[in-house]
């Protein structure tokens, strides 16, 4: 399956961007607010739970790639749902020196469809991601 992408251009520096989407302080502000620690180090792990509706969503990531200032890769895991797990990549490009394009890249949706699960599905994972991303954009106004 195609991965989903959302993709917006932030009125900022990339390091301000690269900041924001790297440092546990600043992802409390406009992510998730009960994201216990993050480093942005290939092998860090954290856990949290997120409730939506009347389920508990136990997100647990895993730091597998980062290039300084262009992107981290996390694997994220649903243990109590699905064996499997997403790749989510962050991406930043430098457009100019207060432009900076931000995409999330999320592979591996195909993996929840069998679970009937509505937070699972294409179009509301690809929502999540609109609503983020549109977050970090207007907290880093």
């Known amino acids: 399956m195609k991965a989903i992408v959302v993709t917006k251009v932030i009125n900022t520096s990339i390091d301000k961007v690269w900041e924001a989407i790297t440092t546990h ?6 992510f998730f607010d009960n994201i216990p620690a993050f480093e942005p180090i290939v092998g860090f792990t954290t856990e949290f739970n997120v409730q939506s509706e009347e389920r508990n969503f136990l997100h647990v990531w895993k730091v597998i790639s980062v290039v300084e200032k262009e992107k981290i890769v996390c694997e994220w895991k649903y243990p109590e749902y699905v064996d499997e797990s997403l790749l989510v990549t ?3 490009k430098y457009l100019s020196e207060e432009k900076t394009q931000f995409s999330v890249i999320a592979l591996g949706i195909e993996h929840f469809t069998n679970t009937n699960i509505s937070q699972f599905t294409r179009e509301s994972c690809k929502g999540g991601w609109e609503y983020f991303s549109n977050r970090l954009q207007q907290f880093l106004l």
């Open 25 to 30: 302080s600043l992802m409390l502000e406009w």
């Open 90 to 92: 962050f991406e930043v």
